[in-house]
């Protein structure tokens, strides 16, 4: 039983945190505070206009009455019809004017005053504010709006009388009244129909992001094809989409290159195992002797070594390629380095009828690189070009230096590389020709010479980008091929 408040309370939880409910609350807050302070703000300038109004009415009526008694004080008639007679004429808004003499004593009053004021309450509070409008209520619960004046009694003044109004604002007030009843009715109804409005809108604005979702949902290893339709989305989540996509069609890429990987590396794996599986179930089919034991064990030992290599190869590529490897960076001089190439590789180069040289650079070139790596590049080149060029051919290892930049020549004059292979050549497990022989193969087809692994290419290229440069590559075949690596002096 103690689980159902928790299963409601989690419920609720993620209700609040869904996007349609912070849309839909924003909606409705922000809504709901506009139509208050606007809704606010009319009523403010109602009010200030109808006491304006009623304040211009009072002014105007102290202004007749004051000319009245200035101009025409005898004119008892006239003042009559403005005390007495004009004020029962109205049927709205009705205002009470009393008129008294010098020692305080009425002269003319509106009839009903008495009845609807409390005089002696409208004296004290017009006291000491002449002219100064005053808010009082009735006998019968009405508003009023009062003030008191005085008024000088002809031209010379022989007295001085004082005029007292006062004026039924009831009107004004029940308009105010019922303004404040549809004021909270309509905000109540809002407060009601913003949320529902405001979850249309947002459930409306958030269905692409549901869709993409709904796409992102269904692609998987398996299914890589998977796109999103950006047709008639807003310009923001159809930049989105297409964002998704291409990482959808990198990412379709990268699994193609490590299926490919993948099936690459069980295939070379599988052949020197079997190689020595297979040498292993004939030695020991029947008695040997001891040189064949020996030949059993000298090829198994080649097979052993060329697994080691591949095996170290392709966890150099799983080390160069990782955001955490580290050079260890120290100033080498470039044309020191490629002569040490040379040197290490001229007995092979010799046996095999190639000529190995290392052009002087007219300056010494010198850069902050990682000097195993470097050796290691070079080498790999240096490697596939003997591998793959005839007896009488040569190979030039050259340096030179412009605009911050260092580049690496290695050429050959061997059999040159088909041009649809070159795009491919520095792929891992790539060969241009495995079956080639020496004599027909050109230079760096990614080591693939007889018995390579196809990954020399694949690490020199690593080792480049992670010195910041690249590796291209030129051949015409019948001629020869070149390879350069270029990469910043620093």
């Known amino acids: 039983m103690s689980s159902t408040p928790n299963n409601s309370s989690s419920a609720a939880a993620r209700v609040r945190s869904t ?19 606007a809704t606010a703000g009319l009523y403010t300038v109602l009010r200030i206009e109808l006491d304006r109004s009623t304040d211009l009415f009072l002014a105007d009526k102290l202004h007749v009455l004051r000319t009245l008694l200035r101009e025409r004080p005898d004119d008892l008639d006239g003042l009559r019809e403005e005390i007495e007679l004009e004020s029962a ?27 609807q004021l409390d005089l002696a309450e409208l004296v004290s509070r017009t ?8 808010s009082m209520t009735g006998r019968n619960g009405q508003a009023f709006r009062v003030t008191s004046a005085t008024a000088a009694v002809s031209a010379a003044p022989a007295q001085i009388d004082t005029i007292e109004i006062a004026i039924d604002v009831a009107q004004e007030e029940g308009l105010l009244r019922r303004y404040r ?42 299914n890589l094809r998977e796109r999103i339709r950006a047709e008639g989305y807003p310009s923001e989540l159809a930049s989105l989409a297409e964002t998704f ?60 070594v060329r697994l080691s290599d591949l095996i170290g190869d392709l966890l150099f590529l799983a080390r160069a390629e990782s955001p955490l490897t580290d050079l260890h960076r120290q100033p080498v001089n470039v044309g020191e380095l490629l002569s040490a190439v040379r040197e290490y590789y001229e007995a092979t180069a010799s046996d095999g009828g190639v000529s190995l040289i290392a052009a002087d650079s007219r300056e010494p070139i010198t850069a902050a690189l990682d000097r195993p790596m ?107 091929t070149c390879v350069t690596l270029r990469m910043p002096l620093l």
């Open 127 to 134: 006291r000491g504010h002449p002219e100064h409008l005053v």
């Open 89 to 115: 004429a109205r049927r709205y808004q009705q205002f009470y004017i009393r008129l008294l003499d010098e020692h305080g004593v009425p002269v003319l009053t509106t009839p009903g005053m008495t009845e």
């Open 245 to 304: 996509n291409e990482m959808v069609v990198r990412l379709e890429g990268s699994f193609e290159q490590i299926s490919r990987f993948t099936a690459d590396i069980a295939h070379d794996l599988r052949t020197p195992i079997n190689n020595i599986r297979g040498e292993a179930e004939v030695a020991l089919a029947r008695a040997r002797t001891v040189e064949e034991y020996r030949d059993v064990l000298e090829s198994s030992l080649e097979e052993s």
């Open 181 to 222: 009843f549809w004021f909270w009715t309509i905000l109540l109804a809002t407060a009601i129909l913003f949320p529902l409005v405001g979850y249309r809108i947002a459930r409306h604005g958030i269905r692409p992001i549901e869709e993409i979702a709904a796409t992102a949902r269904r692609i998987t290893s398996a």
């Open 19 to 37: 996007l349609a409910f912070r849309l839909t609350a924003a909606y409705s807050l922000v809504g709901l505070l506009l139509l208050l302070l």
């Open 374 to 480: 470097m050796l290691r590049a070079v080498s790999n080149l240096v490697s596939n070009a003997i591998a793959h060029t005839p007896r009488g051919g040569s190979i030039t290892l050259a340096a030179s230096a412009a605009d911050a930049e260092i580049w690496i020549h290695v050429s050959d004059t061997g059999a040159g590389i088909p041009t649809e292979a070159l795009p491919r050549v520095f792929d891992r497990f790539f060969r241009v020709d495995a079956s080639r022989s020496r004599a027909s193969a050109g230079t760096t087809s990614g080591g693939s010479a007889s018995g390579g692994t196809g990954l020399g290419l694949a690490i020199v290229q690593s080792i480049m980008t992670l010195h910041g440069g690249s590796a291209a590559i030129a051949s015409q075949p019948g001629r020869g």
